[in-house]
């Protein structure tokens, strides 16, 4: 018996990590991808560069290395700081390449600047 209700404990934990979802920032660009060679790939047929530790991640969000990714293949990534690589991708199964990409949530603006007291003493 506290075998079986090991078991039942075990495969409750197991589900439960099965059924977490990824999350896919708002903001990450959908583009079709295909691996060129090395760090190399393509996306929507524009030569792009991977950035250094950057992030393939596959339908089941393991991480996987550029050859791995099939043909071509529609994922959603998000550049490196500096705009010009790409830092994180993930490759969308079927359901989530069906769905449209939810809109980006726009940023707050930035605060106002403090106002600056004058220099000048008054009556000089």
């Known amino acids: 018996m506290r075998h079986f ?6 495969a409750g934990f197991a589900a439960a990590a099965l059924a ?12 079709t991808l295909r691996h060129v ?3 190399m790939v393509e996306l929507d047929g524009k030569p792009a560069m991977l950035s250094v530790g ?3 991640r596959d339908t089941s969000n393991r991480i996987v290395v550029p050859s791995a990714v099939a043909t071509t ?7 490196d700081q ?3 690589q790409i830092h994180r991708v993930w ?5 989530e390449a069906a769905q449209s990409a939810p809109k980006p949530v726009p940023k707050p ?4 600047e403090p106002k600056k007291a004058d220099d000048k003493k008054g009556g000089s």
């Open 5 to 10: 209700l090991s078991f039942l404990l075990l």
């Open 20 to 31: 977490q979802l990824r999350s896919i920032p708002a903001d990450a660009k959908r583009a």
């Open 37 to 39: 060679q090395g760090m």
């Open 54 to 56: 950057a992030q393939i």
């Open 73 to 79: 293949t529609v994922v959603r990534y998000l550049p």
């Open 82 to 84: 500096s705009g010009q």
């Open 91 to 95: 490759v969308l199964s079927p359901e």
């Open 109 to 112: 603006p930035p605060p106002p």
